[in-house]
């Protein structure tokens, strides 16, 4: 091969890389007669070398440009997916509280999809058979056992004409023992389909899509409770999780200085800290704000009359959490000073303290999940922001907490009470009815009077409310 100098040196080569591409080194070069002609080549070289560094010297500008336009197109993606998606979210409160019921329930399906789908690749290469048909079966027995009873109950007392069928009215009475069946069915599926060699792979994804369905399925349904609360006990957490991290990624990039995690080395301790003080602001503010509205303070126990539309406009009275009263401060030497509020303000705050404090851990776990399987998103659904997983993975705990703040702290009834009446908004009317009777029959049998009995359920002393005591009675009696 034979290259000139000239040609050589533009093509990127070192002075004495010319020199051996043409056939010999530089000291036999220099010792040859033409030793002579090479001082021209030799300012030739360094020219070359030149040009060739001041190229090298301004590749990464252009790259560092290319690098900047790239971050620049991903962050409008990311924008206006955000935006979408906010978009969306207020639109689906606005059809009110079924459709922010079926949306949640779409949410966890889509979660669950992803979660499995960590675990196929691994799967498919190791043969393992019936992977994604007994993980989706799964997740039908849990629906069924989770939602089935409220969704026939629903149909029933709408009063659809096909409900009246015996195969309705028998899954209606006996879903639980339907689901029962189902998880036989999957449970020895997968016995049968154990494959030697694969025992360990196999056993481990039993018990993964075992732990999914409890922290997926079972923590998506309080959302579903709380928005039976009312819609104030949905829109809350879920804005309280995204303004904390916000504020918290602001906050770390503005005095971020020490990392609060390996798990995820861009959160920071500044970060975490500001969010949580921001974030606990933000909610005593927009508490008094939803506070103001029906809409979101009415609770919407069942969904009897919701068919295509069901919006909420007003309700009898909302809790007296969500009306405003007013307290005097009396400050020594000086004058009162009156301040009101909304006592839901205050459950705010303490909803803003988890959000902020509690849940971001929920998105660590998520981000160790990532690092295990060696992932950066959990999908792709979302443009510039991965899969809903990736979205929602701190809503899912903050959702729990909720629930369980709820029903202790403020609803009127004790915690106890308050867990049974959520299972008792699942049943047919005709079964809430029989569910009194049964009351009514245990309390006679534990030695309550029936004039305690009438004055119990009578309420007022109405006499419309004393013939149904006095119905409930006859009933009782009949069963006793």
């Not at 629930?403 to 009470?417: R, S």
Request: aromatic share 12%.
């Amino acid at each position: 091969m034979v290259l000139t100098r000239r040609g050589s040196i533009a093509a990127g080569e070192s002075p004495g890389g010319a020199i051996e591409a043409s056939g010999g080194t530089p000291s036999s070069r220099r010792a040859s007669p033409r030793a002579p002609p090479a001082a021209p080549a030799a300012s030739e070289a360094a020219e070359g070398a030149a040009v060739t560094a001041k190229a090298a010297t301004a590749a990464p500008a252009g790259g560092s440009l290319a690098a900047f336009m790239a971050k620049w197109g991903d962050l409008q993606v990311r924008v206006l997916a955000s935006l979408a998606m906010a978009a969306f979210y207020g639109s689906v409160v606005y059809a009110g509280h079924m459709w922010v019921a079926i949306f949640v329930v779409l949410m966890q399906f889509a979660i669950y999809r992803e979660v499995v789908s960590l675990g196929y690749v691994a799967a498919r290469d190791g043969r393992i058979p019936m992977y994604r048909v007994l993980a989706y079966h799964y997740y039908a027995t849990a629906f069924v056992l989770m939602y089935g009873k409220s969704v026939l109950a629903h149909f029933d007392d709408q009063g659809r004409p096909w409900m009246d069928l015996p195969v309705a009215q028998y899954c209606l009475k006996h879903t639980t023992f339907i689901g029962f069946v189902m998880y036989c069915v999957g449970f020895m599926g997968f016995v049968l389909s154990l494959k030697p060699g694969q025992y360990a792979l196999q056993f481990s994804y039993f018990a993964r899509t075992h732990v999914a369905l409890i922290l997926v399925v079972l923590q998506s349904n309080f959302m579903i409770l709380n928005v039976k609360h009312g819609l104030f006990w949905f829109v809350m957490p879920s804005v309280l999780v995204i303004i904390n991290d916000s504020a918290a990624y602001v906050f770390g990039r503005a005095f971020g200085r020490h990392s609060l995690t390996s798990l995820s080395p861009k959160k920071t301790w500044e970060g975490f800290i500001g969010g949580a003080v921001l974030t606990m602001i933000v909610a005593f503010s927009l508490g008094g704000l939803l506070a103001r509205y029906a809409y979101f303070a009415c609770p919407k126990p069942e969904f009897t009359n919701c068919s295509w539309t069901c919006r909420l406009t007003e309700c009898e009275a909302p809790g007296a959490v969500f009306q405003t009263v007013t307290h005097q401060l009396i400050l020594p030497g000086l004058s009162t000073m009156a301040f009101s509020f909304a006592p839901v303000q205050l459950h705010a705050i303490a909803l803003g303290a988890f959000a902020s404090l509690i849940a971001p851990f929920g998105g660590l776990f998520a981000s160790g999940v990532k690092r295990q399987f060696a992932v950066k998103d959990f999908g792709s659904l979302v443009p510039g922001h991965g899969g809903v997983t990736d979205r929602v993975d701190c809503q899912l705990l903050m959702a729990a907490f909720t629930y369980v703040y709820i029903i202790n702290f403020v609803a009127t009834v004790t915690p106890d009470v308050g867990k049974l009446l959520s299972l008792v908004g699942d049943l047919s009317l005709s079964e809430q009815k029989e569910l009194i009777t049964e009351l009514v029959v245990l309390l006679i049998r534990r030695g309550v009077s029936r004039a305690s009995v009438v004055a119990l359920v009578s309420g007022t002393g109405g006499a419309a409310e004393d013939v149904v005591a006095q119905s409930l009675l006859d009933a009782a009696q009949e069963g006793t």
